[in-house]
């Protein structure tokens, strides 16, 4: 069995005093923190892959359940600008990938081509 991982993130105020403290499972967008703070910009468009990928499923899952009449929740935003978004997000997602030959770097998918986690 897999030991999970788990991250403490402190929210500091200018002055760098603890403002608030939260401990997170190490997945998901936590798992992107170190990387977006990184001084190797490899790691940094890792890392925005990540955050994109992750959050470009979620939104194509909502979009789905929404379509099917499925949703836990009556949505404020209409389906239509919720799918541009979509369609924003997979063009960023299409450009990061062309981008990654030309920067040498190897993204990695969480996902399957069906949008399903791996």
Do not use: W
């Amino acid at each position: 069995m897999t030991e999970k991982k788990f991250i403490k993130v402190s929210y500091l105020d200018e002055n760098g005093n603890e403002m608030e403290t939260k401990t997170v499972l190490n997945e998901g967008l936590a798992s992107t923190i170190f990387g977006m703070i990184s001084d190797d910009y490899k790691k940094r468009f890792e890392a925005e892959f990540t955050q994109l990928e992750t959050r470009r499923h979620a939104l194509r899952s909502m979009l789905n359940r929404y379509e099917a009449g499925a949703l836990s929740f009556e949505p404020k935003c209409p389906y239509d600008i919720l799918h541009r978004q979509f369609v924003h997000m997979q063009d960023y997602y299409n450009d990061m990938h062309m981008r990654e030959k030309y920067e040498g770097i190897k993204l990695f998918s969480n996902f399957d081509e069906e949008g399903g986690q791996d």
